[in-house]
């Protein structure tokens, strides 16, 4: 498992404001119980910010995906810089680390150790503030004459939305394809838009995204974050918001603090990243915590069916004992 983290600061000492800042690995037998491992770079990440005032990955990172390439591991990341971004007239102090962009990595030892490649892609004012969380949909079967796809996010400080690119020099170079899915209507659980997202293929062979998406109306963007699905359309080469599953657009599917999930999960829950068994079932990991003073886990929930409606979901993280964290 590759995860971000920080130990309250990003380079140089700068506080963050995001949960990133420094990528890390942890290995499990079972996928339930992981131990992290200690890497070469600062605070024991196997990959950190490069600290230089002039990097796109000089302030923060965050990981977005892993894929493997052949002899390779390539790695799909975010980076922050020290650029300062204005959110908007009336808003915050402008925010260093917000301006993210997307970058590569290689690796030849399995994950251990990376080397940069440079950036991906860069982001585009017309999509929002920055471009992030990339995660990768590589071609049934290897086929080489099928582009790669990268979906990512962006946000124009009103709203988040996800956005695809496509490869055909398998990540060497990228070019965008438009919007891929957005904000439900205004006051809809998902109206203040899109954020992370991953999509697999089923063991049926349908290609299915679990997204995470932020509550709109009077909250806006401080409204409840949900998980909900979409489906690809072949036909019409579109993601399509599930509406059978609940009736409603996409969801949601799951909510923090609802079950199956647990009371820590009651903020946020969101970064969903799943995983496909050769039995059918699908293991969906993601990030929560319990409020703005606690820090941020990852949990998993699991649908041994395979299915993604509300009840076909189990939590079988380890429960969080709130008394030793505190």
């Known amino acids: 498992m590759y995860y971000y983290g920080n130990p309250g600061s990003w380079a140089n000492g700068i506080k963050g404001f ?24 600062d605070y024991g990440s196997i990959l950190a910010p490069t600290g230089q005032e002039g990097d796109f990955d000089g302030l923060q990172i965050g990981v977005g995906d892993v894929i493997r390439v052949g002899e390779e591991l390539h790695m799909y990341y975010f980076g922050g810089s020290f650029e300062a971004v204005v959110l908007g007239e009336g808003g915050p102090p402008p925010a260093k680390g917000l ?3 997307i970058g590569r990595a290689k690796s030849t030892d399995n994950g251990r ?3 940069r490649t440079g950036q991906a892609l860069d982001y585009d004012s017309s999509e929002g503030l920055f471009a992030s969380w990339p995660r990768i949909i590589l071609p049934e079967n290897d086929d080489d004459t099928k582009p790669w796809r990268m979906h990512y996010h962006a946000f124009n400080g009103v709203r988040w939305a ?6 055909t020099d398998k990540g060497d170079t990228w070019t965008r394809d438009g919007m891929a899915l957005g904000p439900g209507p205004q006051d809809a659980w998902d109206g203040s838009g899109v954020g992370v997202r991953h999509a697999v293929r089923t063991k049926a062979g349908e290609l299915v995204m679990v997204y995470e998406a932020v509550e709109g109306g009077s909250q806006g963007s401080a409204g409840r ?10 036909k019409d080469s579109v993601w399509v918001k ?7 657009p996409g969801g949601p599917i799951l909510d923090g603090g609802v079950e199956p999930l647990e009371s820590w999960t009651s903020q946020v829950i969101g970064t969903p990243y799943l995983v496909v068994a050769d039995d059918g079932s699908i293991k969906l990991y993601y990030c929560s915590r319990t409020d703005s003073s606690t820090s941020m886990h990852i949990g998993l929930v699991e649908s041994a069916s395979g299915k993604f409606d509300p ?16």
């Open 162 to 167: 996800a956005f695809e690119a496509t490869s």
């Open 113 to 115: 150790s990376w080397t």
């Open 18 to 41: 995001l949960p990133s800042g420094y990528i890390g690995l942890a290995e499990s037998d079972d996928g339930v119980h992981w131990e992290k491992v200690t890497g070469k770079e």
């Open 242 to 248: 599930d509406t059978s599953i609940t009736g409603v």
């Open 311 to 326: 009840s076909s979901w189990k939590a079988v993280s380890p429960r969080v004992d709130r008394a030793a964290e505190n």
């Open 99 to 101: 301006r993210m962009r």
């Open 225 to 234: 974050h949900c998980l909900g699905v979409a489906r690809w359309d072949d």
